[in-house]
């Protein structure tokens, strides 16, 4: 059974930090490239930062660059995002997200979401 289990989230202050993790089971981890998405009230789900399984490259939605940081340890199944210089914009449900090709066939995995409120 695949699981993509998000933590880290909460209640921040402007300018604060917090770091996600999204630990992930049921599915080989090291071979699959890894994401995280939000979606801010009555907006859209937007792509925030992913990174690769091969080389451990990063690619990060330009609001997000300079702040963002997202990092993966494989042994043990957890990818994680450091979050700094936090903005009220940055409120969001944020998503956990895998995605791996096995044959022709893309296969991609959610987690449940957890909630980040920026406000002072």
């Known amino acids: 059974q695949v699981q993509l289990v998000e933590s880290g989230g909460g209640l921040v202050q402007p300018g604060g930090s917090l770091r996600l993790s999204c630990a992930a089971s049921g599915f080989t981890f090291s071979t699959a490239a890894m994401s995280w998405y939000r979606r801010a009230p009555g907006k859209e789900r937007e792509l925030v930062a992913s990174?690769?399984?091969?080389?451990?490259?990063?690619n990060y939605a330009d609001s997000m660059k300079g702040r963002f940081t997202i990092s993966r340890d494989n042994a043990k199944r957890t990818v994680y995002l450091q979050m700094n210089s936090l903005k009220p914009e940055d409120t969001a449900v944020y998503y956990c997200?895998?995605?791996?090709?096995?044959?022709?066939?893309?296969?991609?995995?959610w987690g449940q979401g957890t909630q980040v409120t920026v406000s002072s």
């Open positions: 997200h895998a995605g791996k090709v096995v044959g022709l066939k893309s296969i991609v995995y």
């Open positions: 990174i690769q399984s091969a080389d451990g490259s990063t």
